[in-house]
């Protein structure tokens, strides 16, 4: 398990509106790179409501998931073309559960949370139905707060850990994003891991509506 790439992205016309700008596009940098508890040093995160912020400071992505889509697609997809951070081969994304950690070089990451793909997302990769089609590969990629900040580069070893008190899986609130479970005990399950803040909220919300 290592890292193939780290990929970082500058504010380029959004491929939905030229005059909006977007942080998608990211390409692979040579050299170590800085990590904060806030992401990638120099990467540019425009959608600051559903990306960045501590608990979705970085972005990962596997090597396996992307052969699956290659596969799909029928085309290469090089690193950063889904906008990750990190690429990393040795697992598929929906292996992981909330909590487990990333040990990649000198940093520490900690997955909270699935990425939810958007039209912006579709947009750049040159297929309005994208969306659709990410949603049902349920490959999302991991959004990840850091523990342990420091730098990492192309080539540095990887190291899964399992969260030892993981009560639900990044697949599984992948899925209920998409079809909500209505009942307290369900949501109690993902409001007992430690998810990123936007999704706390917003099933703390559904939990209010649920037991009123």
């Known amino acids: 398990m290592k890292l193939i790439s780290v990929n970082i992205g500058n504010a380029q016309p959004d491929p939905r509106n030229p005059l909006k700008t977007s942080g998608i596009y990211k390409t692979p940098v040579s050299g170590a ?28 992505y596997t090597r396996e998931d992307y052969a699956w889509w290659s596969d799909q697609l029928g085309r290469d997809l090089p690193p950063g073309t889904f906008g990750e951070n990190l690429t990393i081969t040795g697992f598929s994304s929906a292996d992981l559960n909330i909590g487990d950690t990333l040990i990649v070089g000198a940093v520490t990451l900690q997955v909270s949370a699935p990425r939810i ?18 949603r049902h590969g349920e490959r999302p990629g991991a959004y990840c707060r850091v523990l342990q900040p420091g730098h990492v580069q192309s080539g540095d070893p990887a190291r899964l850990e399992s969260f030892t008190d993981a009560t639900i ?31 706390r909220q917003k099933k703390e919300e559904q939990l209010r509506s649920v037991l009123e």
């Open 117 to 134: 793909p958007c039209e912006t997302f579709a947009a750049r990769m040159g297929d309005p139905a994208f969306v659709k089609k990410f």
């Open 169 to 199: 899986s990044l697949l599984d609130v992948y899925r209920d994003y998409y079809a909500p479970q209505k009942n307290a005990a369900a949501i109690q399950r993902i409001l007992a891991a430690p998810i990123a803040l936007r999704i």
């Open 33 to 60: 790179v800085a990590i904060t508890p806030l992401g990638l040093e120099n990467d540019v995160i425009v959608a600051v409501k559903h990306h960045g912020g501590p608990d979705q400071a970085v972005y990962v």
